[in-house]
Every structure is written in C-alpha cells, then in structure tokens.
C-alpha cells in the first residue's frame, strides 16, 4: 500500500478522531473499554492509513490484509475505523448504539454480525492463536495458486491479556516453529490490567520470549507514528514472524485516568471526557467527526481500491477450470465428487465387512476423501498414530514444503483448535484436527468460538470411553460427549462402525454452518452395517438398526458407537426370554433431538420399554427414553485395566441391558 506522506499534526488528528469515537461510544453505552482504543489509536492509525491493503468498500477481498483485534474488549477501536475508512454497513448511529441488543456494535467483535471484522474475539488470546491460522493458510493457497493471486499479510493487536493467556505460548511456538514471517503482531504494551499494573501480577520478559520460540522482535513508542512505521517495514522483511512491542499509555490523553486501571473497563465519566478532548485537542460534540479529517479517513480507506481492481482482473484472466476451483474453495463449496466417493466406499465395506476401530475406520475413510477434496487440511496434536488422521500420501506442512496438507500441530490441543478456526477463516480450507476426547477439555474455548462463528472445522476426537482400557480414568472421557452435545451448535457424532464412519465424515464435511466432532474408539468394533445404500442413514442422528422379530417391539435399545454392539447382543438375549426388541443407532442424540415432531417420534417409536446404552454420562439421553427410561452407563469416572474387563466392571453388558428391561417389564 502506497500512501501520501503524513505529518505528524494530521497523523494526530486522524489518531483523536478514533480516541474521541471510542470515548463517546463508550461514555452513551455506560459500559465499555475505553483505555485501549485510546493509547492504542496511534498504531492503528499508522496500520490503517500507512501500512494494510485493504479496499473498505469490499471488506471480503480476498487478498486483502487480515486485521485481527485480539484485544477485543478494544471493541470500538474497530467499530471506529470502520466507521472512518467508509466499511459498508457501519454509521454513526451503530456507534451510537455500541453495546445495545441486535447493534452491529456488539462488546466485543463479531465476524457473524460486522462487516469487517475478521474474527470473533474477546477471550484474550483467541485472536492471535487463530491469526496464526490465517498466516498459514495464506502460505499454503500462496503454494497452490500463486502469489499474483494470494499476497498478504496478517496483523494482530493485542493486549497484555492475549500475552498472559497459556494458549499464546502454542500459538507463537506453532509460529515460530513455522516460520509464518507474514505474521505480525503489534503488542499495546500498556503495563495495565483490570487488576492494577501488571508488575503485581506478571514480570515476563515477552521480547525474549517470542525470540526464544522463533520470532523477532523488538519494542518501539507506540506513541511516535513514524518509529511504529518503520518497525513493520522491518517486520515486513523479516524472515520470522514478527512481535513490536509499542509502548503505550492506557486511556492516552485522559488527564486523571491516563495510565491507570480506572481507564481500563469503564467509562470516562463527562466530566473526565470532556478534560481528556480538552488535552488532545478535539472539538465538536459527541461523535463529531471534523469534515476534513472524516474526508482523509474515508480516503485511506479507498486506497486499495486500484490494487483490489487490478487483482479482479488477474482473477479473471485464469482458465475457467482454475477460477472456478479457486472461487469454490474460497466459498466452501463441497466438491461434488465427495458423496460418490464415500457412497462407492461403503459399497465396498459392504461387501467386505471389517472388524476395526473407528478410530482406524475413519483413516479408510479419509483415504477415499482426499484424492477428491483437495483442500482438506488435516492434522493432530501430537497423535498421530493413535488418531489415524495422516492418510499414506499426505506430505507434512512445514517452511519448505507449503503445499503440504498435514500439520504438525505438537502437543498444543488449543492452539490447534484455534489455528483450525483462523484457517477456515481465511478461505481456501477445510481443517480437520485430532486429538483424544478427553483433551477436548485443552481445545474447548476455541471449539467454542468456531459453534459461535460457524465454522465448518471437524475434531477426530478418539479414544472415546472407558474401551481405551488400561490408561485409566484421566484418559477416559466420560462427561465430555455430554458436554459436547449441550454446545450450541457443536455436532457430535459417534459412529458404530466402519459404514457409520463413512457416513459421519459425509455429515461432518457437508456441513458448512458449524463444527462437528467424530468421536472414534480405540477398540475394535464388528460391524453393525452391511448395507452400501447411498442414503446416508445416520444423517437424522438416529435410525432403526434392526427391528423387532416376531410382533410389536415391547423393547426399545438405543445406543451409540462401540454401545450398539452391545444393544445387539442384549436384543438376542431378550429374544431368547421371549421379550421383542428393537435396537435404535443413534450416532448423534442431538441431531435426533433437533428433528420435527413426527420424524423424532417415528425413530424413537412408542415400546413401552426404552433404555439407552453409552459408556458416557446419562445427562442428554432423558430426551429420548424420559426420565423413566433405563440407562445402561457411566456414573461415575472409569478404571484402568483390559477394555473387556473394565466394560464388565461398570456393568456395561449385553447381559446388564437384558436385567434392565426384565426389570422394568415386571414393574
């Protein structure tokens, strides 16, 4: 980006109409953060006018440089520049009404609610572990499409908070480890928190820091317009990423609250806002914007508009075929091979059955997946081997080999949850990670932000219940899947066998509106299937398996994943006491529940008996069998020992479902 010169008198104009915009947005919501858009408007004035390719006309420009607020409690810091760069969609009266029910000025920054924003934030270091998925994805589709169609950096400003958080530490070792040198991160280094000044609580050294884990970096005034230029100019040529630390005041130009908690999490106060636009200078009332210096914004934020035309047209100049691939992995566009590819794969399972995890089953999976979805990226904590995720042509994403489509993530659950969510962000993507279920716990607050968001990110999550045997109960996950299921959003899935396996990745990869966990077993698991159908049978969250013999069901058995085979073997069992019995598949309890009336009441059926069978938890399964119902599961955490012996030990048995429908049927 190429801008006029700007001195400094004009550089602190443009720098108080932020400072002021955030003062007043706060001051009429009585609510709010003040203090960082304030000390940090001069580097936000100097990123936005002197240093980001962007076109604020066309916020979805897909070259464009990424801005991610980490700091999101600085909320009006953005709402403010997207205000003065002219973004579509964003006035004065939605700065009016920051803070408000349904305003496009939420708290903290939301990508699913403005224009503009890159990513939802607020949960401090959110934002700069997920940008670290934007870097990386900016260097893999650099790799496959080129750079005259994928050029650009990506910018953090974060807080001191985002630097404290443990999930900083995976995100800029990830970064280092990757060398992702078009990541650069601007530190508000305020020295304040809520609590106080940080030295009662934090005396980190975060310029060695970040050296030791592979960046550079180096701390300038973040006061003096021209020494934060210069540093990203350096930081631009770097051949590492980048931290610059700027030295700020918190609540810059406040005359009692400058430098101080008190300009943190509250407003000013009229009477400290009125002496603070004193100080710096500002007239005019509340969310006035002088003309001229509303002009200058508006016209740095039309800067890019000869750049993004210029890109439209390279665009335009590819092979049909290569635009069109370009432009649907942009979108997300599921390829339309994929069903046919996992449709011929059952078929082939059908003929030949095979007794195998699920964990190994979703690796067969995936090797009839990615010769037809090339844009699936996968990875796993540290897991590999155990979560079956890497397929045998897979070539590992490293420095040297950008067109590799396996991550490496380390043992970093969480920051891996959060560079999948920056991934699928960016476009171009679809990310896939493993890990154990147990450790989703690591993972959850950016699981969390991608059902926020979403996002269309899968978790191969196995290890999946007490069946890993002898780890014990700190590997055994008994709660999680429960958990899991209650997330707004979150699909959990958890297949029985090897076709249910296929037909989960098929959910999980045609979703687009939000993500999906595979809960996979480490044990191995007969097959419960042996139909190829090209209707995906587990897409209703539950089906009728196998129907009872003989007259109406007096039994209803739902189950799932490696359960079901339990349930199998209890409906044999009944028969031979001369009891009917149904068994239910139910690989997701949630998307069951979220059917129509009808649809749910013909799946769950009307036998007098109901009981359910998972080695999780029963919180969920009320919904299907009432509070009533039988459970046959997990109420307490697991044992270590043989998975057959452990399953005994819990009472987890074809033999345990039988007592408990013989028992509920002599009342």
Not at 325 to 333: A, I, S
Not at 463 to 492: F, W
Not at 548 to 575: C, D, H, N, T, Y
């Amino acid at each position: 980006m190429t801008t006029p010169a700007i001195d400094r008198a004009q550089h602190e104009r443009l720098a108080n109409a932020i400072r002021s915009l955030a003062m007043d947005g706060v001051e009429q919501a009585k609510s709010g953060h003040p203090g960082l858009p304030m000390g940090a408007a001069d580097v936000a004035t100097v990123l936005f006018t002197r240093i980001l390719k962007y076109d604020a006309a066309e916020p979805r420009w897909p070259d464009r440089d990424r801005f991610v607020l980490s700091a999101g409690h600085g909320s009006m810091l953005i709402y403010a520049l997207l205000y003065l760069t002219g973004t579509p969609g964003m006035d004065l009266d939605d700065l009016k009404t920051f803070r408000q029910l349904e305003s496009k000025t939420p708290g903290h920054p939301e990508n699913f609610m403005t224009a503009g924003v890159e990513t939802t934030t607020g949960p401090l270091g959110q934002g700069l572990a997920t940008a670290v998925g934007m870097a990386m994805a900016e260097r893999m589709l650099a790799a496959e499409f080129g750079k005259k169609l994928v050029d650009h950096k990506t910018y953090v400003l974060a807080s001191d908070g985002d630097l404290m958080e443990g999930i900083s530490q995976e995100a800029i070792a990830l970064a280092g480890h990757q060398k992702l040198n078009k990541l650069i991160v601007l530190w508000d280094d305020n020295g304040i928190s809520i609590d106080g000044p940080l030295s009662i609580s934090d005396s980190v050294d975060q310029l060695a820091r970040f050296k030791a884990c592979g960046w550079k970096a180096e701390r300038v005034d973040g006061h003096d317009p021209d020494a934060i230029e210069a540093a990203i100019r350096r930081a631009q040529k770097s051949s590492k990423p980048t931290l610059i630390a700027c030295k700020t005041v918190i609540g810059f130009g406040a005359p009692k609250k400058a430098g101080t908690s008190k300009a943190h999490g509250e407003p000013l106060g009229a009477e400290e806002l009125a002496a603070a636009k004193t100080a710096l200078g500002i007239t005019g009332g509340p969310f006035e914007v002088a003309a001229d210096v509303l002009k200058a914004w508006r016209g740095f934020g039309a800067s890019g508009f000869a750049e993004r035309k210029e890109w439209n047209a390279r665009l335009a100049a590819l092979s049909e075929r290569k635009r069109g691939e370009f432009e649907r992995r942009l979108n997300h566009t599921v390829p339309a091979k994929l069903a046919k590819a996992l449709v011929a794969h059952k078929k082939a399972l059908a003929a030949s059955p095979v007794t195998v995890a699920t964990r190994k089953a979703s690796e067969l999976a995936l090797e009839a997946i990615a010769p037809v979805m090339p844009e699936l990226v996968m990875g796993s904590a540290d897991l590999t081997p155990s979560n079956n995720t890497r397929t045998k042509a897979a070539e590992d994403f490293t420095p040297k080999t950008p067109k590799g489509r396996y991550v490496r993530y380390g043992i970093r659950e969480h920051g891996m949850a959060a560079a999948m969510n920056g991934i699928t962000l960016h476009g171009g993507f679809r990310t896939a990670g493993g890990t154990f279920l147990v450790f989703a716990d690591y993972a959850r607050p950016s699981m969390r932000l991608a059902a926020l968001m979403g996002l269309p990110v899968v978790y191969v999550m196995t290890h999946d219940s007490i069946g890993l045997g002898e780890d014990g109960p700190t590997h055994q996950p008994v709660e999680q899947i429960a958990s899991l299921r209650a997330m707004p959003n979150m699909r959990v899935l958890r297949p029985a066998d090897a076709i249910e396996t296929a037909e989960a990745w098929q959910i999980a990869l045609e979703r687009t509106d939000g993500p999906t966990v595979l809960a996979l077993s480490r044990q191995n698991l007969a097959p419960v299937r042996t139909d190829g159908t090209a209707t995906n049978r587990s897409a209703k969250g539950a089906y009728e398996l196998l129907a009872a013999e003989g007259g109406k069901a007096q039994v209803s058995l739902f189950a799932s994943g490696s359960e079901v085979e339990i349930a199998v073997a209890a409906r044999k069992l009944l028969a031979d006491k001369g009891m009917r019995a149904r068994v239910v598949s139910v690989p997701s309890l949630e998307a069951l529940l979220e059917q129509d009336e009808a649809t749910r009441a013909a799946i769950i059926g009307d036998a007098p008996i109901k009981i359910a069978v998972e080695a999780a938890v029963r919180f969920g399964w009320d919904g299907v069998i009432g509070t009533d119902g039988g459970f046959v599961g997990m109420s307490s955490f697991g044992a270590s020992g043989p998975y057959k012996e452990v399953y005994k030990h819990f009472g987890i048995t074809p033999e345990a479902v039988v007592e408990a429908a013989i028992k509920r049927h002599n009342g």
